[in-house]
Structure formats: structure tokens, C-alpha cells
């Protein structure tokens, strides 16, 4: 899914939310008798300075949310360029 959030420009107050976000994510959750863990990626790209459209701007994200996945460690990442690299390197050892 995507959250679009207004009026945060710094990284730090972009954590300070998706910190929030994911909290509420991952709480365990019973699902008939069975105790289920949701394990959250988040990709963050700004607006303008990442894509001046939605549909550039959804990519981004993508890409960034996907290196979170692949990452382990950080379940928040912010789209940069050489994301789109990696990307590439990677669909290319396919």
C-alpha cells in the first residue's frame, strides 16, 4: 500500500512516522489459533527531488522498499539513484 504524508521533508521526521507504522504492523495477531508475525519493508522517495510525478515517484519507492527487503537488517529505506544501478545489476544476474 502506499501513505502519502504531507509537510515532512527531513529523514529524521520521516523515521519518527514510519517507526510508528511498522510498530503497528508487526504487532502479533491470532488468526484461528494460529499467532502470525508480519515482517514490514517501507521505500520512501520525495517529492520533488525523487520523481516530479506519482508514477516516478511510486517506482522510487519501489525500488527503495525492495533494497529494504533485501537488506534485512533496515526495514526503512529512502530512494537514491544508484538504487536504480543496483536494480539493474541485479535483474541482469537473472
Known amino acids: 500500500f502506499i501513505v502519502l504524508l504531507r ?4 529523514p529524521a521526521d ?3 512516522v514510519t517507526g510508528r507504522i511498522l510498530q503497528g504492523l508487526e504487532q502479533p495477531f491470532v488468526h484461528e489459533g494460529v499467532t502470525l508475525m508480519l515482517r514490514t519493508s ?3 522517495a520525495f517529492y520533488p527531488q ?3 510525478n506519482a508514477e516516478q515517484l511510486m517506482q522510487r ?3 527503495a ?7 534485512g537488517t533496515h526495514r526503512v529505506w ?3 539513484d544508484a538504487l536504480v544501478e543496483e536494480h ?3 535483474m541482469d544476474l537473472q
Not at 65 to 71: E, L, N, P, S, V
Request: without cysteine.
Open 7 to 10: 509537510g515532512l521533508h527531513a
Open 14 to 16: 520521516v523515521l519518527r
Open 42 to 44: 517501507i521505500g520512501v
Open 50 to 52: 525523487d520523481g516530479d
Open 61 to 63: 519507492a519501489d525500488f
Open 65 to 71: 522498499m525492495y533494497r529494504a527487503k533485501q537488506d
Open 78 to 80: 529512502f530512494y537514491r
Open 88 to 90: 539493474r545489476d541485479l
